[in-house]
């Protein structure tokens, strides 16, 4: 039990590590997941299919692959990434193509007649987009896209299959060392647990924000 | 009154969605402080026309200027006709007012807000002008309790009064009437079209498909009947609703009869 305690600070890090991949993964899906989602909706024809495509394809595939095919494949092409940036740039690249719908079917949602309107009192388009559209579509946004959030937090855990110590690796080589699996394993999950139970919480209550409309 | 006082000029505007032609060539002036109310049998494309005009929908053929300026398309030289950029339309539909048959108000903003909004973002008032011109045309179609409600908290009637308001603090060249009552329940119809009326009274130019025939009678300056996508008859109200030389005309003025008695 000693060697458990001793072994906190270690754990620690591993979930600094695991915070950090899932913030950095977090903001970037965000940016690219909003530009490629209002380009399909609002964009010209012949940007439609390339983000169709983009999206298919990665929500297609599972995870790990895509880990490995950047970590281990991309190197045949000449491109090394370190395993930081591998699973960084995999995950981002996977989460964004789950933004992409998310955002869709916010923007989707919002009535044809509100974008009309904002045109004829001479709003330009990306006016309407942040003075009309954004505003009403953020509520439908944030349930899945908090759950897309959650989904990465659970999914950074398989960046220790490439050797990045992060909460689950740091949790292995504990065990590893100290043969009291059963411990550790709950101490891991009750920290992903509170993570992820905080992040829900959190969209529980901006959602009850944004409900401004009665329905 | 000349043509060059023309507010709206329409010339020759075709339209189809795929196969089908909404709009057959449509001529029509809409000269300053002339109150032209639009009315036709469903599917005779006066709604398409008036979408048209501030560019919701594109035309095909013919030309529409308002104030001058040809809305559908820019002159990509060599007297190829390209289509407007976003931000040269925006330009040109802040100077044309609407307002919907489902009002469309932004169910974030408050009344005020709502109607703020344009002042601020396209005519470039400080958020204390907007205010205040926000609030007197609140006031003017009698809403002036009304400046926090969100459009969820107001009734239908209400809400277009809002909608009205929104449109005409642009202070536009001409302002479009969408079937405006269509979607309000009868005791509301009123109180939306009084406000229509006074602002006829102050001389705006406005554009208004109805099937409000009493509306059109007393409100109108001429009135225009459409269908099949041209427009068939126009003239004075009196002159148009007591037609008897037209067929159609006198067809679906029956027909409207009937359903009102």
Known sequence: ?215 | MASSESVVRIRGVKKSFGANRVLDGVDLDVHKGEVVVVIGPSGSGKTTLLRCINLLETYDEGSIQVDGVEVGFRDGGGGVRKHRHDRELARIRADIGMVFQLFNLFPHLSARENVMLGLQKVRGRSATDAKKIAEQWLSRVGLGDKFDSLPGQLSGGQQQRVGIARAVAMDPKVLLLDEITSALDPELVGEVLTVVQELAKDGMTMIVVTHEMTFARDVSTRIVFMDGGQIQVQGTPREVLTATGHDRLKAFLARIEMKHH
């Not at chain 1, 299919?49 to 983009?54: A, D, F, K, Q, S």
Request: charge should be positive.
């Open chain 1, 1 to 215: 039990m000693l060697f458990a305690i001793q072994s906190l600070p270690f754990l620690w890090h591993g979930l600094l590590v695991t915070l950090q991949v899932s913030a950095l993964v977090v903001v970037f899906s965000l940016a690219g997941g909003i530009l490629l989602g209002v380009g399909i909706v609002y964009g010209p024809r012949w940007l439609y299919w390339p983000i169709r495509i983009y999206s298919d394809f990665f929500r297609g595939i599972p995870l790990l692959v895509l880990i490995f095919f950047i970590y281990y494949a991309l190197p045949l092409f000449g491109i090394n990434l370190t395993s930081f940036v591998s699973v960084v740039v995999a995950l981002s690249a996977f989460e964004t193509a789950h933004i992409i719908e998310i955002v869709r079917g916010a923007l989707q949602s919002i009535p044809r007649g509100q974008n009309e309107a904002a045109k004829t009192i001479g709003l330009r388009f990306s006016q309407r987009l942040v003075y009309v559209i954004a505003p009403q579509a953020v509520r439908r946004f944030l349930p899945p896209w908090i759950n897309a959030v959650v989904d990465t937090v659970k999914g950074s855990a398989l960046v220790s299959l490439v050797g990045i110590v992060d909460l689950m690796l740091a949790i292995q080589q504990v065990i590893g060392r100290t043969y009291i699996p059963m411990p550790l394993y709950v101490l891991g999950a009750l920290m992903y647990f509170v993570i992820n139970y905080s992040l829900s919480s959190a969209s529980r209550r901006l959602e009850a924000r944004f409900a401004y409309i009665r329905e």
